[in-house]
């Protein structure tokens, strides 16, 4: 679904006769809706690349030890658990004790990154937004309840640090891919059109 804005009628000069002028609209007068139409196009793709970034770079970062969140020496090539580190280090909530079991687990080791990878290069390239969306929604759904914002006191009693009950940043990235997949975000400086054109693509609108 591009976003394309709906032809209307305006009097006086259009948004092209501003730009051959070389002089903006006057206070009160009104943007041409495809005007404003393409700004959204835009946000919404840098948007979309930012967050893909984020999801790409954790891969990047956890895969190989750059010494940001997962130290040199420590990355996955070099026998490090992308999980083991947090999951065993979870604190507070009702799975607890199973992301304990889940810590190290070479299962969850490649699930984990491979939806990093996967929602990471997906949204950055703008294709297959709706599975990343349901893809990058569950992970951050475990990661929140990991993290569990509700809890003010850990398990040892001492204070969580949460600020808030319910809405962080792993909420928040889940929003935006959903966002960025209602609005087909990836077929502005990305390579939506060209997926969407793809006969298996075509035939089945959930790959979009």
Do not use: C
Not at 45 to 53: C, M, P
Not at 149 to 176: C, E, K, Q, W
Request: glycine fraction near 14%; avoid cysteine; proline fraction near 5%.
């Amino acid at each position: 679904m591009a976003i394309q804005g709906h032809p209307q009628r305006h009097s006086g000069f259009r948004l092209s006769a501003w730009r051959k002028a070389g002089t903006a609209p006057t206070s009160g007068e009104a943007v041409p809706a495809t005007s404003a139409t393409a700004a959204g196009a835009y946000l919404f793709a840098g948007l979309r690349i930012l967050t893909g970034f984020v999801f790409l770079w954790a891969f990047v970062d956890k895969t190989f030890g750059l010494g940001y969140a997962t130290g040199s020496g420590k990355g996955w090539v070099d026998g490090g658990s992308p999980t083991k580190g947090f999951l065993s280090g979870v604190a507070a909530g009702p799975m607890q004790s199973t992301f304990h079991d889940w810590a190290g687990a070479g299962w969850a080791d490649w699930l984990f990154m491979l939806g990093l990878l996967g929602v990471g290069a997906a949204v950055m390239s703008g294709v297959a937004l709706r599975i990343s969306a349901v893809a990058g929604t569950a992970m951050m759904a475990l990661m929140w309840v990991a993290e569990w914002p509700p809890a003010r006191h850990l398990a040892d009693g001492s204070p969580s640090m949460s600020t808030n009950p319910f809405a962080d940043y792993h909420l928040i990235y889940a929003v935006v891919l959903v966002a960025l997949a209602a609005v087909s975000a990836g077929t502005t400086w990305g390579l939506g059109r060209l997926w969407a054109r793809l006969p298996l693509v075509r035939d089945h609108a959930w790959l979009r």
